[in-house]
């Protein structure tokens, strides 16, 4: 017995929802709009989570054109005059195959079905000034367009705006022509649009293909970052990713571009994703890019970073990368597309840039033999070894001996805000003394509970010594041997909107705290170096991100990055422009965080103090011809020397 009801129309009935079709004009509905508004009844935890988004269709075109429309246009144009060539156009267009692996209401198929058509009408108004002819039979079907898609309602949703598509593109070719329309009912057969989960499917199956099958892969893939995925995301990306030693920490998206490489491997398909930018920046370089070259794949055209808008109810605005990949053999010539231009280049690295496939990895020494940069003190301690200003004066109140055993801590967020925040510190000399101290015994006694408490051995074992921090980075390993002792502060994160990320000097009576960086009794033309514009391009190509904000790595950024051989007067002159950005910070006052602005940031940008920003670009200046006599074009020029400088390094060190 059928699981379906019977439904019987009356006349009326049915007269009714006969008229009320009529009524909608099918023909002024753009389905790729349609879907989004279709989706807008979707649960936003669905949307958020599976990437449905409505993408405009000047992003779209973005993927498509660099792909397969932008030749076949050039072919078309080849092609006026000679009746052979257009029809053989036609007939490549015609055996031509897509699939979107991540389609959501399937905007990219819609776009590149209408962009197709009309291409293929053109290319039937110049058969008819060559034969006269009036027969124009449509050879685009919709038969070559599949799909993946992990909600069935988006599924429903896809083949919908494909039909709707299909009876608009006949509706114009009508219009155009006028003596021929395709009938849109029966409906044509949609290529395998599956319901599934994309990582779990094969893909080959669904769009089988041979070496020399003309097929493109392409789409807006979910994204999730490693560590924000919810934890059965992982049983999907393991069997991709598993083999890869932090794979965890890799994107969702990731799998994605593993997946595409080999499909398109040794094979004539190719294909174009958007993605988050983070895939071409930090660890995931190194983790990612090796396991998609294994495939004999290579960047065929790339959009450097850019702010993704579309017109979903939540705006995704994130900063996203487009990137094309194809089969080694295939590529004619390769673009890169940056701030509205596009470059021929020779060849396009993991990191965008024209340049050789170089990859940076980490490393535990740095390779331009610099200073050691250690990670701040870990307290571990619950809380309790830490003091508000409050908390401090209260202490000093009661018992004005306990000074001694105080310190000012900084990390990131204390330092760039200027949030005075102290701490107990103490060591094996002085710590018998301290607990005489009632407030301070109370508060060891605790950080001695909360440390057996926990389940990692090595916090266990740290118990026995509650009266300090847990981890006291190379703090006790450095000698002071002169009045003047400076501990360059180093914030793990901070914002990505700034134009350089605002490092300072401490002195060896604040204690730097975990999540800060502290490169100790550090000479002052570090500072400078680490302030200019070599360094900061390094750190945004290189670097690691929590979520948008940079995140500074010591075995990724600080001890990867090149620097030149230096001399006594260039040192000098840096340590001098350093010493002018430090007088401006403390003559302007306010806080780091105020005096840095935030000049880049898409909502409610505030600017760089306009003295610093001028004291930078001198620093820059003198920075850069350490490293080239001439000026340098952009930061692209700037990093694909870094990189060619980091390459050198590492053959030399091996």
């Given at each position: 017995?059928?699981?379906?009801?019977?439904?019987?129309?009356?006349?009326?009935?049915?007269?009714?929802?006969?008229?009320?079709?009529?009524?909608?004009?099918?023909?002024?509905?753009?389905?790729?709009?349609?879907?989004?508004?279709?989706?807008?009844?979707?649960?936003?935890?669905?949307?958020?989570?599976?990437?449905?988004?409505?993408?405009?269709?000047?992003?779209?075109?973005?993927?498509?054109?660099?792909?397969?429309?932008?030749?076949?246009?050039?072919?078309?144009?080849?092609?006026?005059?000679?009746?052979?060539?257009?029809?053989?156009?036609?007939?490549?267009?015609?055996?031509?195959?897509?699939?979107?692996?991540?389609?959501?209401?399937?905007?990219?198929?819609?776009?590149?079905?209408?962009?197709?058509?009309?291409?293929?009408?053109?290319?039937?108004?110049?058969?008819?000034?060559?034969?006269?002819?009036?027969?124009?039979?449509?050879?685009?079907?919709?038969?070559?367009?599949?799909?993946?898609?992990?909600?069935?309602?988006?599924?429903?949703?896809?083949?919908?705006?494909?039909?709707?598509?299909?009876?608009?593109?006949?509706?114009?070719?009508?219009?155009?022509?006028?003596?021929?329309?395709?009938?849109?009912?029966?409906?044509?057969?949609?290529?395998?649009?599956?319901?599934?989960?994309?990582?779990?499917?094969?893909?080959?199956?669904?769009?089988?293909?041979?070496?020399?099958?003309?097929?493109?892969?392409?789409?807006?893939?979910?994204?999730?970052?490693?560590?924000?995925?919810?934890?059965?995301?992982?049983?999907?990306?393991?069997?991709?990713?598993?083999?890869?030693?932090?794979?965890?920490?890799?994107?969702?998206?990731?799998?994605?571009?593993?997946?595409?490489?080999?499909y398109i491997s040794n094979s004539k398909a190719k294909l174009s994703f958007v993605s988050t930018?983070?895939?071409?920046?930090?660890?995931?370089?190194?983790?990612?890019?090796?396991?998609?070259?294994?495939?004999?794949?290579?960047?065929?055209?790339?959009?450097?970073?850019?702010?993704?808008?579309?017109?979903?109810?939540?705006?995704?605005?994130?900063?996203?990368?487009?990137?094309?990949?194809?089969?080694?053999?295939?590529?004619?010539?390769?673009?890169?597309?940056?701030?509205?231009?596009?470059?021929?280049?020779?060849?396009?690295?993991?990191?965008?840039?024209?340049?050789?496939?170089?990859?940076?990895?980490?490393?535990?020494?740095?390779?331009?033999?610099?200073?050691?940069?250690?990670?701040?003190?870990?307290?571990?301690?619950?809380?309790?070894?830490?003091?508000?200003?409050?908390?401090?004066?209260?202490?000093?109140?009661?018992?004005?001996?306990?000074?001694?055993?105080?310190?000012?801590?900084?990390?990131?967020?204390?330092?760039?805000?200027?949030?005075?925040?102290?701490?107990?510190?103490?060591?094996?000399?002085?710590?018998?003394?301290?607990?005489?101290?009632?407030?301070?015994?109370?508060?060891?006694?605790?950080?001695?509970?909360?440390?057996?408490?926990?389940?990692?051995?090595?916090?266990?074992?740290?118990?026995?010594?509650?009266?300090?921090?847990?981890?006291?980075?190379?703090?006790?390993?450095?000698?002071?041997?002169?009045?003047?002792?400076?501990?360059?502060?180093?914030?793990?994160?901070?914002?990505?909107?700034?134009?350089?990320?605002?490092?300072?000097?401490?002195?060896?009576?604040?204690?730097?705290?975990?999540?800060?960086?502290?490169?100790?009794?550090?000479?002052?033309?570090?500072?400078?170096?680490?302030?200019?514009?070599?360094?900061?391009?390094?750190?945004?190509?290189?670097?690691?991100?929590?979520?948008?904000?940079?995140?500074?790595?010591?075995?990724?950024?600080?001890?990867?990055?090149?620097?030149?051989?230096?001399?006594?007067?260039?040192?000098?002159?840096?340590?001098?422009?350093?010493?002018?950005?430090?007088?401006?910070?403390?003559?302007?006052?306010?806080?780091?965080?105020?005096?840095?602005?935030?000049?880049?940031?898409?909502?409610?940008?505030?600017?760089?103090?306009?003295?610093?920003?001028?004291?930078?670009?001198?620093?820059?200046?003198?920075?850069?011809?350490?490293?080239?006599?001439?000026?340098?074009?952009?930061?692209?020029?700037?990093?694909?020397?870094?990189?060619?400088?980091?390459?050198?390094?590492?053959?030399?060190?091996?």
């Amino acid at each position: 017995m059928s699981r379906y009801a019977l439904v019987v129309f009356s006349k009326k009935s049915r007269n009714l929802i006969i008229e009320a079709g009529e009524l909608i004009g099918w023909d002024k509905v753009n389905p790729d709009i349609l879907g989004s508004m279709l989706q807008a009844v979707a649960s936003e935890d669905k949307r958020s989570h599976l990437g449905m988004h409505y993408t405009s269709v000047p992003n779209i075109m973005k993927v498509i054109n660099p792909l397969f429309l932008d030749d076949l246009h050039e072919e078309f144009e080849k092609a006026k005059g000679n009746e052979t060539k257009l029809n053989n156009l036609l007939e490549r267009m015609r055996k031509m195959k897509f699939m979107d692996p991540a389609c959501g209401s399937g905007n990219f198929l819609i776009i590149t079905y209408k962009e197709l058509r009309r291409l293929e009408m053109d290319i039937f108004e110049e058969l008819g000034k060559i034969n006269n002819s009036t027969m124009y039979v449509p050879t685009i079907d919709l038969g070559q367009f599949y799909g993946i898609e992990i909600e069935d309602f988006a599924v429903d949703v896809t083949r919908l705006s494909l039909y709707i598509a299909d009876h608009q593109m006949n509706l114009e070719l009508k219009r155009r022509y006028g003596d021929y329309l395709r009938e849109t009912l029966p409906l044509h057969k949609v290529g395998d649009i599956r319901c599934g989960n994309a990582l779990r499917l094969d893909w080959n199956e669904i769009l089988p293909h041979e070496k020399d099958d003309e097929v493109y892969l392409f789409g807006n893939p979910p994204y999730k970052g490693g560590k924000s995925q919810p934890k059965e995301y992982k049983k999907y990306t393991k069997p991709i990713i598993g083999h890869i030693k932090g794979w965890k920490n890799l994107d969702y998206i990731t799998c994605w571009f593993i997946l595409g490489s080999r499909y398109i491997s040794n094979s004539k398909a190719k294909l174009s994703f958007v993605s988050t930018n983070s895939i071409c920046q930090g660890e995931q370089v190194a983790m990612l890019w090796p396991e998609i070259y294994k495939n004999n794949v290579e960047i065929n055209f790339a959009y450097t970073s850019f702010k993704w808008n579309n017109n979903a109810k939540n705006n995704a605005g994130v900063t996203v990368v487009v990137i094309g990949l194809s089969n080694r053999k295939f590529i004619k010539q390769k673009k890169l597309f940056y701030d509205n231009k596009v470059r021929l280049v020779d060849n396009i690295n993991p990191y965008l840039i024209n340049g050789e496939n170089i990859i940076v990895n980490k490393t535990f020494k740095s390779l331009s033999g610099l200073p050691l940069m250690s990670l701040g003190n870990m307290p571990k301690d619950g809380g309790n070894l830490m003091l508000t200003e409050e908390e401090r004066d209260k202490l000093l109140l009661n018992y004005p001996n306990s000074e001694k055993y105080i310190r000012r801590i900084t990390g990131s967020k204390e330092y760039i805000n200027d949030i005075a925040r102290y701490c107990i510190w103490l060591n094996d000399d002085n710590y018998k003394e301290a607990m005489d101290i009632p407030l301070i015994k109370k508060r060891i006694e605790k950080v001695k509970d909360f440390r057996l408490s926990s389940t990692a051995q090595s916090t266990r074992e740290a118990a026995s010594y509650a009266y300090k921090f847990k981890q006291r980075g190379h703090y006790d390993n450095v000698t002071v041997s002169k009045e003047q002792f400076n501990t360059i502060v180093v914030p793990r994160v901070s914002s990505e909107s700034r134009i350089y990320v605002p490092f300072g000097l401490s002195n060896q009576n604040v204690i730097i705290s975990d999540s800060a960086m502290a490169i100790y009794d550090a000479p002052l033309w570090l500072l400078g170096l680490l302030e200019s514009r070599m360094h900061m391009v390094w750190l945004e190509n290189v670097g690691r991100k929590l979520e948008t904000r940079y995140r500074y790595s010591s075995v990724l950024v600080y001890n990867t990055f090149p620097v030149p051989e230096l001399s006594t007067r260039r040192k000098n002159e840096i340590e001098e422009l350093i010493g002018n950005i430090l007088d401006i910070r403390e003559e302007e006052g306010g806080t780091l965080a105020e005096l840095y602005g935030s000049p880049l940031a898409a909502k409610n940008p505030k600017p760089m103090n306009s003295r610093l920003l001028e004291a930078h670009k001198e620093l820059d200046k003198v920075v850069d011809r350490a490293y080239k006599s001439t000026d340098f074009k952009d930061d692209n020029e700037r990093l694909a020397l870094l990189l060619n400088m980091y390459s050198e390094m590492v053959n030399k060190e091996g």
